[in-house]
């Protein structure tokens, strides 16, 4: 079965990265949709409705906490990616979220992708 993805990232090369690496080592997952802005974001989850979201945490104007509070839409299985380390990781309707630490190996993309039921 093939999830539909959506990443949110304000750094061009992470989210460039990001959906490259998908592409290349999870063929399980379509990326939909991506996004360099928060409100972007928020637009691109609710109206597409992925089965996944990567989402950075540390954005300008809005952090990526805060832009799941904004969202209509929550039926996704959660990925943050982050440039610090963030202990304790937060869940997501009643799920543990992964947590990658950028810059992440293809390894550590593919085990967090693997955990999704």
Do not use: Y
């Not at 904004?70 to 299985?77: D, P």
């Not at 202990?87 to 799920?95: A, F, I």
């Amino acid at each position: 079965m093939q999830l539909t993805a959506v990443i949110v990232d304000d750094e061009r090369h992470s989210l460039e990265s990001t959906c490259i690496l998908i592409r290349r080592f999870c063929p399980c997952v379509s990326v939909v949709g991506q996004a360099l802005t928060p409100e972007k974001g928020i637009e691109l989850i609710d109206t597409l409705k992925p089965g996944l979201v990567i989402l950075d945490i540390t954005m300008p104007r809005m952090s990526g906490l805060k832009l799941l509070q904004k969202l209509t839409f929550s039926g996704f299985r959660l990925i943050l990616t982050t440039a610090c380390d963030m202990n304790p990781l937060p869940s997501w309707n009643g799920n543990k979220v992964d947590c990658l630490l950028k810059p992440f190996d293809p390894g550590e993309l593919i085990e967090a992708v693997n955990r999704i039921p």
